[in-house]
C-alpha cells in the first residue's frame, strides 16, 4: 500500500507537469500549481474516504443513509458558503438540472454500489476493482470521446495495474460472492461515469462550485427512490418502529404474556443489532471528506483527461 501511494503521488505531479505543459499559456485552464493541488486534495480524500466510509458502514449499516448525509452535507455546506459570498455558485435553474440529471444518476448508481461493495467485501477487494477502471476508461474514453488512444507505455502499465487487481482476486481469502457481484456492478458503473462526467464537465458551463452544488442537491432527491428499490428503506423504517416494538414488548413481559423480546425475535442479519454507539463519529468525518472529494473531483476532471483521473482513484 505504501509503495501504491508513493507511485500515485509521483503519477499526480507528472499529471501535473503534462497539462501544465499542454496549456500554452492559456488563461481560461488552471495554472500548473492549482491543478496539482486539486490533484493532491483529491487523491488525499479519496483514498481516506474508502476507509473512512468502511468505517461509518461498519458502525451504522445502512449505506443509503451514509452517503445521502454526505450528499446533503455538501449541498448545504456549499449553498451556505455561496450565500455567504465566499465562493462563487451558480443559482439552481431548472434546464442545468436537468442537464444535469443523467450524470448524477449515474453518480448516484456509482456510490451507492460503492457502499454495497464495503459492506459485504473488505477494502482492499475494492481497491482491487476500482484498479481495473484505469485500463476500461481508456479504452472508453477514446472510443466514444474520440480522444487520442494512449501511448504502448501507458497501456502497458495500465495492464499491469489491472494485472495485480486480477492476481489479489484469485488469492483473495476474504471472497464473498455477493460482494463480488455488487463489485463488478460497480465497475460497470464507475468506468460509465468518469468517462461522461468529462464530457459534461466540458459542455455543461457551470464552476466547480456550480458543479458540486447542483451534483449534490439532485444525489439527495435521489435518496428515496435508490433506498426503496434497493430494499433499504425497510430496514430504515425498523428505526423508527423498533423504539415503539421495545416499549411494547418490555410491558408485554412486565405483565408475563410474552417469552421473547424485540432483540430476541430480531434474526442474527438484523441491521438495528450491528449500530454502534458512537456511529455518529465516522459518519460525521465521512461527510467532511465529501465536501473535499466533491470539490477536487470536479476541478480534477475539468484539468486532466478521463484515464489520468481514474488513476487518482
Keep these: 500500500l505504501r509503495t501504491s501511494s508513493t507511485g500515485r503521488a509521483m503519477s499526480s505531479r507528472k499529471m501535473a507537469a503534462d497539462v501544465g505543459k499542454g ?9 500548473s500549481r492549482r491543478i496539482l493541488m486539486l490533484v493532491a486534495l483529491y487523491a488525499t480524500c479519496s483514498s481516506s474516504l474508502s476507509i473512512v466510509n468502511k468505517w461509518a458502514i461498519l458502525s451504522l449499516p445502512f449505506p443509503g443513509i451514509v452517503t445521502a448525509c454526505q450528499f446533503f452535507a455538501t449541498a448545504a455546506t456549499v449553498w451556505g ?6 465562493v462563487n455558485v451558480e443559482t439552481l435553474e431548472y434546464d442545468k ?7 448524477n444518476i449515474i453518480f448516484y448508481l ?15 477487494t475494492f481497491i482491487a476493482f476500482r484498479s481495473l477502471t484505469p485500463l476500461l476508461v481508456s479504452v472508453l474514453d477514446t472510443a466514444v470521446r474520440h480522444e487520442p488512444a494512449p501511448s504502448c507505455r501507458t497501456v502497458a502499465c495500465l495492464f499491469l495495474i489491472a494485472a495485480g487487481s486480477a492476481s489479489y482476486a484469485y488469492d483473495d481469502a476474504n471472497f464473498s460472492a455477493r460482494g463480488y457481484v455488487w463489485a463488478c456492478i460497480y465497475l460497470t458503473i464507475i468506468v460509465t461515469e468518469m468517462v461522461y462526467a468529462k464530457h459534461v ?7 466547480t462550485w456550480g458543479l458540486v452544488l447542483y451534483q449534490n442537491v439532485i444525489a439527495v432527491c435521489l435518496f428515496p427512490f435508490a433506498s426503496l428499490i434497493s430494499g433499504e428503506f425497510y430496514d430504515i423504517a425498523k428505526l423508527f418502529y423498533a423504539p415503539q416494538q421495545l416499549d411494547s414488548s ?5 405483565a408475563g404474556t410474552t417469552e421473547n423480546s424485540l432483540l430476541d425475535a430480531a434474526s442474527d442479519d438484523d441491521p438495528l443489532k450491528k449500530i454502534q454507539p458512537f456511529a455518529a463519529i465516522p459518519v460525521i468525518v465521512s461527510c467532511v471528506l465529501g465536501v473535499g472529494i466533491s470539490f477536487a473531483g470536479w476541478g480534477t476532471r475539468s484539468a486532466i483527461t478521463a484515464t489520468q483521473f481514474t488513476v487518482l482513484g
Design 201 to 207: 464537465t466540458a459542455t455543461i458551463g457551470l464552476s
Design 250 to 254: 418490555a410491558a408485554a413481559a412486565a
Design 81 to 86: 458558503l455561496g450565500r455567504a459570498n465566499f
Design 97 to 103: 438540472l436537468v442537464k444535469m440529471a443523467p450524470i
Design 23 to 31: 496549456q500554452g499559456g492559456n488563461p481560461d485552464r488552471p495554472s
Design 110 to 124: 456509482a456510490i451507492f454500489t460503492n457502499g454495497k461493495v464495503l459492506q459485504y467485501s473488505t477494502v482492499e
